[in-house]
């Protein structure tokens, strides 16, 4: 172990953070720990009926601490004295208001209930009206200022989140000074950062959610937000001009964090980025492979070489941003704002007659019930997918829409709903399950299609995250839609180890990320291949996909 030296891969999710600590000759996983959320689990500062998700800085602060120290003590001390850099990735967009110290407001007495001094998650879809209002507004440039994000900004991002936050909350919009991305600020705490003009900016969040792009010679200008609304007026001033890759660093990590996690004073702390872009390099992307990130929603990315992309513009997907996945290649972002979100949906429709079962039961009856209850809330997707596997395709089996959290790719917009058609009499809770798990393969065969059709070529599919390696009938069914082959990579945390490639790269271990990619991959262990008899049928019913999805956006005000 003399030699050796290790890295620790942060990988702040929607539900949990986990820390993974990482031999950088190998790649291999040492130790690693989770930490669920409390604040979020409890259903605190959210209201789903609102599309309110807001999360606690505490909760990832907590998590951060708690991950790393237990992975730290599952290691050892010889591999803790050993540790060259931290690198983290966070979902996105997930911004918070800041103090000039670059504190969120949130951690403030007087603000610590507040879900507007909160982290703005992701799938917080309450500024739809103000992503409406930019998308309007940027018509009456000259300078597209859209165009590097698909033509359409979406109410999961950066400045439709702070203009909403600001318009809402008036003592919020007295007391903040910046507004600050998740995979920022963490680095920025793990440095010690303390004056918020000195937090690094990411490329990877500020040009694929923030606007930001060299050809603009960094963010729209201050007119295009003061003519927005007056309350954004100077804000481009107090925000970034500069970004960084994830390749570099941020750092080197604060004497309080190091005496806090136990690590060495020299720890060398990564630039941050979001977790899909991240994971699709701890997913060994290729060019012109669509790595799929699927978890509650999905995240697709697909990288091609500058030269060959020419300038061209691809319309309808989540931005095309130089070096946001791996420097020196273009980056393109895609997906779905419900994946699992959906399965997970159905269940609770489901299991929503066991919790009444729970809260009237008595304390006689809960040792037996309970224990029960909870074993079968455990198992049902399970069961589901097994039923809905024995289902033949065919013409007229139900038919679902993925659009339960609005839609991302093609063409944002959070508005739309989700639908399911073709009910009768015959129709069973297995039938209705697999037309939801077939919705979200269409919902992701739209995604190849919009970059086929703008001529951007989806050369084959690599699955990552726990949907791809836990559902062997989702990623058959999803092969089948394709009608092409997914590879499913072994890692169960690529997210994470993408993080270690990139700190790995930060501390100067690997020339570049492309090396630390193919040192520390972990490869495939798994492919799934297409059903032809199976893709024909399920290429007409795409067009009843498509044909229920146009009846809905006609319907949606």
């Known amino acids: ?40 689990r409890d259903g605190l500062f959210c209201d789903p009926t609102l599309n309110q998700f807001r999360q606690h800085p505490k909760d990832y602060v907590e998590g951060l ?7 730290l003590r599952s290691a050892g001390s010889a591999v803790a004295s050993r540790i060259k850099a931290i690198s983290v990735d966070t979902t996105g967009s997930t911004p918070v208001a800041v103090d000039k110290t670059g504190s969120p407001l949130s951690l403030q007495p007087a603000f610590d209930s507040n879900p507007n001094a909160m982290f703005v998650l992701w799938k917080d879809h309450t500024s739809v009206a103000e992503a409406a209002t930019i998308n309007e507004h940027a018509k009456k440039f000259e300078i597209d200022y859209l165009r590097f994000v698909g033509g359409v900004y979406s109410s999961e991002w950066f400045w439709a989140k702070l203009l909403h936050i600001l318009r809402v909350d008036e003592q919020v919009y007295k007391h ?47 007119s295009f937000f003061s ?44 630039m941050g980025a ?105 198992d049902l997707i399970d069961l589901l997918s097994k039923e809905a596997a024995s289902i033949p395709v065919t013409h007229e089996n139900e038919i679902a829409l993925d659009w339960l959290n609005g839609r991302r790719t093609p063409e944002a917009n959070q508005s739309l ?14 039938k209705i399950f697999r037309a939801i798990v077939e919705s979200t393969c269409f919902g992701a065969k739209a995604i190849v299609n919009c970059f086929e059709e703008q001529g951007v070529p989806v050369k084959g599919l690599i699955g990552l995250g726990g949907v ?18 997914i590879r499913i990579h072994r890692s169960e945390q690529t997210c994470a180890i993408g993080a270690a490639m990139f700190a790995a790269t930060a501390a100067g271990l690997y020339q570049k990320v492309e090396d630390a990619m193919q040192a520390m991959g972990q490869g495939f262990d798994n492919e799934f291949r297409p059903d ?14 498509k044909a229920l999805g146009h009846c809905i956006e006609k319907l949606t005000p």
């Open 532 to 545: 032809k008899n199976n893709a024909a049928i399920y290429a007409q019913r795409f067009e009843k996909y």
């Open 468 to 485: 791809a390696r836990k559902s062997p009938f989702i990623m058959q069914m999803m092969s089948d839609v394709m009608n092409m082959p």
């Open 274 to 378: 979001f977790d899909a872009h991240m994971g699709a390099v701890g997913g060994q992307i290729e060019p012109y492979y669509l790595s799929k990130v699927m978890g509650t929603s999905t995240c697709d990315m697909l990288v091609a070489p500058m030269q060959e992309m020419g300038g061209r513009l691809v319309r309808g997907i989540c931005g095309q941003v130089p070096g946001s996945i791996i420097p020196g290649m273009l980056g393109m972002e895609a997906g779905q704002s419900a994946f699992g979100d959906a399965y997970a949906w159905f269940k609770n429709i489901l299991s929503w007659p066991l919790q009444i079962v729970r809260t009237r039961s008595d304390l006689s009856a809960s040792e037996k019930i309970f224990p029960l209850i909870d074993q079968l809330n455990e």
């Open 65 to 71: 601490e708690s991950t790393i120290q237990f992975s």
């Open 1 to 40: 172990m003399k030699d050796d030296s290790f890295v620790i891969g942060v990988d702040f999710g929607t539900d949990s953070v986990r820390s993974v600590v990482v031999d950088t000759k190998s790649g291999a996983e040492v130790s690693s720990s989770t930490f669920h959320y409390p604040r979020w």
């Open 417 to 430: 709903k989700g639908a399911l058609m073709g009910l009768n009499l015959g129709t069973n809770t297995p």
């Open 176 to 222: 903040y000074h910046s507004w600050v991305e998740h995979c920022d600020w963490i680095p920025f705490l793990l440095t010690g950062g303390n004056e918020v003009t000195r937090i690094k900016r990411g490329v990877c969040s500020a040009g694929h959610k923030a606007l930001w792009s060299e050809e603009f010679g960094g963010l729209p200008p201050d």
């Open 227 to 270: 003519s927005l609304d007056p309350r954004l007026k100077g804000i481009t001033g107090r925000l970034f001009s500069k970004t960084y890759a994830a390749d570099q660093s941020a750092g080197c990590i604060s004497k309080v964090w190091s005496e806090r996690l136990g690590l060495p004073p020299t720890v060398t702390i990564g």
